[in-house]
RNA sequence: CCAGACGGCCGGAUGGCCGCUCUUUCCCCGCUUGCCGGGGGGAGGGAGGAAAGUCCGGGCUCCACGGAAACACGGUGCCGGGUAACGCCCGGCGGGGGCGACCCCAGGGACAGUGCCACAGAAAACAAACCGCCGGCCGCGAGAGCGCCGCCGGCAAGGGUGAAACGGGGCGGUAAGAGCGCACCGCGGCCUCGGCAACGAGGGCGGCACGGUAAACCCCACCGGGAGCAAGACCAAGUAGGAACGGCAGUCCGUUCGGCUUAAAGCCGGGCGGGCGGGUGCGUCUCCGCAUCGUCGUUCGGGUCGGUCGCGCGAGGCGCCUGGUAACAGGCGUCCCAGAGGAAUGGCCAUCGCCCGCCUUUAACAAGCGGUGCACAGAACCCGGCUUACAGGCCGUCUGGCUCC
RNA sequence: GCUGCCGUAGCUCAGUGGUAGAGCACGUCCUUGGUAAGGACGGGGUCCGGUGUUCAAUCCACCGCGGCAGCA
């Protein structure tokens, strides 16, 4: 079973995610949370994920391969354990390039369990 | 062998599992049948020498404009060549550095004008004279000589200051001196020769007349219209069916409504229909036809921030040949080589290569273990340069030194 | 993509060709029974880096490094 998970492309949305406070810092990474805004109610509204890197990382490269790390422990997770309704904005720190990569997983998983945005494998999604 | 100079090149390799994006092809499903939407499979492509800084030059696009020129501003600045062009490159010249290979230089003009040259020093620029030197007179003294408080005149060699002192040091000359004279060097004209030229070589003349600074203002010559792919074009959606100004301007007929009027007539304003004229679009243009309408332009206001194009065949890469000292040019053959858009080109693992550390051990290696060690760095319209960053390595040419034959 | 500005003592800033300064801070001393204030004296600077122009560069020119800001 592999549910599908869309994409945040647009800086509203970012701000929408950083505004409800809902935050979580691990070592490798820093999680945000936020309920989507626009859903039409019909059909159960696809999980969406953002990432940030910003300037403070490094240069150009440092920070194109932080977001690729995290996109790979993403698309590692999500598809099976991401909650539906949900916008998630992962943010790379200096140490998500140092970070053994089981370890990058383990930060995912703990910071999603943290703000109640983990959903186990037996869980049916369309609750 | 060591040290060095210059030019060029590479800048991890192979494999496995899971993914991303573009192109192409096939299959299935759907409907509003079409380069339609959704799903799946196959094949192929997928960062750099600097993609960086944005310091120059172009292409391309829009804006402005009478061909253009001028002022202002900015840039460039020895000569010749290359180039689409350049502030780039190549070859020369001049100056400086190095034993040398070779390297470095914004390198026009200081008799067009203005400014500045601190401190020190007599004096920092049409010259002048502080200490001085010399001669004459005067005074003292027997004399050599002396004279701060004496006079007149000549001189600029010496001293000291400074970054720089109206040629340099040498010989002659002189009372002392002085290009006053002489040779050399420097400087400025002239002539001849070589060179396309910058410039160089030689000869002869002049008589020191001409300090530095233009990366101080400036003068001269040449170049530059402005903005930038978020340029610009189209589609969809959607708001307002808006306001102001300007360009030709509406006119005629019928009918109807409102106002003025007691009513009619008439006048004013508006709606509808038609004719003529006008605008816009399409048909290849003036003719003509069709459609549509008050139109078009500018500015403001309002709305949108979705998609498509621009967008990669190019001053293109590679190989060979020819011309040229070279930069480069020409010819022939061959190849198609990234196109994202919160932004693909990756994540994880294994083996090999290189590097570092440790241990065992050595004259040295090798082997073993460990390493979150493997440079600088990520296309965003494209191209030519420049500049800056860069672990490690390879190739070629040349220079100096040592040793051996 | 385009365009400006800044970098000077530990901090905030002057200085714009000629030996680098102010305020605060710091140290020592005086004053006080003691502290603060006040007074006296003092230490501190690769003037962001490099190359050049000039006799001489914080200043002028060029090339970098770092930071800030603006326009689209």
Redesign the pocket.
């Known amino acids: 079973m592999r549910d599908e998970v869309g994409?945040?492309?647009?800086?509203p949305d970012?701000l929408r995610v950083a505004g409800t406070r809902q935050k979580a810092v691990a070592p490798g990474l820093i999680l945000q949370v936020g309920k989507r805004g626009d859903v039409g109610d019909a059909q159960p509204a696809i999980p969406r994920v953002?990432?940030?890197v910003t300037r403070k990382v490094g240069?150009?490269?440092v920070r194109?391969?932080a977001?690729?790390?995290l996109?790979?422990a993403a698309?590692a997770i999500f598809p099976a354990h991401a909650l539906p309704g949900l916008d998630y904005v992962v943010i790379g720190r200096g140490a998500t390039l140092?970070?053994?990569?089981i370890?990058l997983i383990e930060d995912l998983t703990t910071a999603m369990r943290r703000l109640n945005a983990y959903r186990n494998q037996s869980e049916s999604p369309t609750a």
């Open positions: 994409r945040l492309r647009h800086r970012f953002g990432f940030t240069s150009a490269v194109n391969r977001r690729r790390r996109k790979a698309a140092g970070r053994p990569f370890l």
